[in-house]
């Protein structure tokens, strides 16, 4: 590595950058951007923002003082060069990986990363709080939130705008806000005339002149509001910056993010300044890799490792179909079966597998941006007028809009399906992206059902089952393929809040929730337990659970979701009710953030694979040995 980044090298923290001199950072940024891809294509993970983040990486460790004044990058996702650039360029070959570098900021990772960040739009609030974090304790430090187009069209982003502008107690906060654009191409506006306008207006000899000139105006109300309005639309010709200083924020830009000439003495500027500033950097999403720059979607994330030189190799047809592409697949037949469905998803289109649903009923997709509240809303809103809504999000996502699920949806009773993909353990992702909570906060909902299929050809018929209702219900299923079970192509339906059992043994039962009764089902053969396909959360198939309960003597729940308020609680309560005692072993996730990983080395680690359920019931029972079989036999 040292023969080919010797640059790279020499930098261990940022402030060995900032020792270096200004000619030698455009070598760095050309170092820096091959180190990415060199890893990432070892590694996986995100490639096209990461790529196009470096100059803008390199320029902000340079201009501030890091970790003192402190970064907080939006999403998170772009942060491969600001890990490399802060002591940890030597681990990123473990990046995503059990134990390894986070693919997000983390702040228990690294006093560089100054907020935990993987969901959008949350940077400029955070940023905020320590701005005014600082100016409270006295402390001569700035916070620079960078967030990305995309993320600006969630509504939180704009609810922290809206307070950032105003002063608080009389004090405007320190807060610069890079709005880093890498959905428009670097136009003519982002040449030398716009360079030397944002150096102008980034400058102290326009700020000077234009409070000079309100003081002078201000005792002429009329000149003044002229001349406010000529500065106004005079900005709002050469940029698109008129709504930021309706925020009261001073705007500057659009500038290349790419040129570290234009980059580094804007933020000198602005870092000199005080009060909202705003900076608008145009970037290019895989710059300098030219595969990517051709191919932004495809080139936004590596799945595995690949060839620099050849790029993401084909994707070989796969043996099994991914959940994912079941829900795409069932979602294009219903829509074709039933003109009131209605796609939505907050600007998860290809993750979600809804890309052939988009080509073939464009007018009834439709994509709402990085904004889950407003997704759930406008849902309720089509169901209101009798159409059929279904909400493909990811489960960590609909977190996001919890409060407009209780109150816009069920309180409503309406009738909107909520497809949850990634639901239970995501890998690489991490803790951020993990759907282990869907479980417990949806079914404590009234009027909300919840169901939970165990394969690819159950996921199919839970969504279709969840299409017919007239009620709200949730669809969970996990990330990747199941165990290869044919969806077939037709409409059938479970009998509502029925379970099957799908073992006959003795003794022990184990109620799987889930993709997990097949390792439930490996590990009922060497116990010869019986198992139950509960299919149904909520509602639950009491009458199932309280058969197998007085026929047996012993429970055992399994759910890839958090223990706490999960499936197995709802059955500790069902026999609560029920006034019926017996022991109930609840497997599941434990409380505490799953870190970032292999999904089965996950599972393994938390007891949910074959072998683990297996010594969960035998430690658990294994002092009554009426229950098990013996060991021998194992």
């Known amino acids: 590595m040292a023969a080919v980044f ?59 003082n890091t970790p003192w004044d402190r970064l907080v990058w939006d999403v998170g996702h772009q942060t491969y060069p600001h890990k490399i650039l802060t002591g940890r360029r030597e681990r990123m070959h473990t990046l995503r990986q059990l134990g390894g570098v986070a693919g997000f900021p983390k702040r228990d990772e690294s006093e560089y990363d100054a907020f935990g960040t993987a969901h959008s739009s949350t940077s400029i609030s955070a940023a905020l709080g320590m701005a005014l974090a600082a100016q409270l304790k006295g402390e ?19 609810e922290a705008l809206n307070n950032a502008g105003v002063s608080h107690a009389g004090v405007n906060a320190d807060l610069l806000v890079i709005l880093n654009d890498n959905d428009m191409s670097i136009s003519p506006p982002v040449g030398a005339l716009n360079k030397y306008l944002a150096r102008l207006m980034s400058g102290q000899f326009y700020a000077a002149a234009r409070e000079g000139a309100k003081a002078v105006l201000k005792n002429a109300p009329p000149l003044f509001e002229l001349a406010r309005r000529f500065e106004e639309h005079a900005k709002g010709m050469v940029v698109p910056g008129t709504i930021f200083e309706e925020f009261g924020f001073n705007y500057v830009g659009p500038i290349d993010g790419h040129d570290l000439d234009s980059l580094i003495p804007t933020l000198e500027n602005l870092r000199a300044k005080k009060g909202p500033q705003f900076l608008h950097v145009v ?61 939505i998803t907050p600007a998860m289109r290809e993750g979600s597998g809804m890309v052939e649903f988009h080509q073939r009923f464009p007018r009834r997709y439709h994509d709402v941006g990085i904004a889950e509240q407003h997704a759930v809303t406008f849902a309720a809103g089509l169901a209101c007028e ?38 239970g353990i ?8 993990a759907g282990a909570y869907d479980i417990a906060y949806t079914r404590c909902i009234p009027n909300m059902s919840v169901l939970v299929p165990s394969d690819e050809a159950e996921c199919r018929q839970a969504l279709t089952t ?26 059938a339906e479970w009998p509502w809040g029925k379970g099957v059992v799908r073992r006959k043994g003795s003794r022990i039962a184990v109620l799987a929730f889930g993709t ?15 198992v139950a396909d509960m299919r149904f959360v909520k509602p639950l198939d009491a009458d199932l659970v309280l058969e197998l309960a007085r026929s047996h003597e012993a429970l055992v729940t399994v759910e ?42 996950l599972l393994a680690m938390y007891g949910l694979d074959a072998a683990g359920i297996e010594h969960g019931i035998r430690e658990r029972f294994g002092s009554r040995p009426a229950l098990l079989r013996p060991a021998a036999n194992h």
């Open 283 to 343: 970037t290019k999403k895989g710059y300098g890799y030219r595969l990517a720059e051709a191919d932004p979607v495809k080139y936004h994330a590596a799945s595995g490792k690949f060839n620099p030189a050849e790029g993401f190799p084909k994707a070989a047809k796969p043996a099994k179909p991914t959940f994912t592409q079941v829900f795409g697949n069932w979602l294009c037949d219903m829509a074709e079966a039933d003109e009131r469905l209605v796609g």
């Open 6 to 64: 010797p640059l790279l090298e020499r930098i261990h923290t940022p402030a060995d950058l900032r020792r270096m001199g200004r000619g030698d950072l455009s070598a760095v940024a050309t170092q820096l951007r091959e180190f990415v891809l060199q890893t990432v294509s070892q590694t996986g993970g995100h490639l096209g923002s990461n790529l196009g983040t470096v100059e803008l990486t390199v320029a902000l460790h340079y201009v501030f």
């Open 386 to 423: 009798g159409l059929k809504p279904v909400v493909a999000i990811y489960s960590t996502f609909l977190q996001r809009g919890y409060d407009q699920l209780i109150h816009d949806v069920a309180l409503q009773n309406l009738p909107v399906v909520f497809a949850l993909d990634r639901a």
């Open 560 to 601: 890839e979701g958090c223990v706490m308020g999960g499936a197995g609680s709802a059955v500790a309560e069902c026999l609560a009710a029920a006034g019926v005692t017996v022991p109930l072993l609840q497997l599941g996730l434990p409380d505490l953030f799953t870190d970032h990983g292999d999904p089965a080395k």
């Open 516 to 530: 997990l009764l097949h390792p439930a089902l490996k590990a009922a053969e060497t116990l010869d337990a019986t």
């Open 466 to 491: 969840a299409f017919r209702q007239s009620h709200p219900v949730t669809v969970r299923y996990p990330r990747g393929a199941g165990v290869g079970v044919e969806p077939g192509t037709g409409f």
């Open 426 to 433: 995501v890998g690489a992702d991490g803790p951020t992206h």
């Open 140 to 158: 001569d430090r700035k916070a620079v939130a960078i967030i990305g187009d995309g993320a600006m069209s969630a509504g939180m982003a704009f």
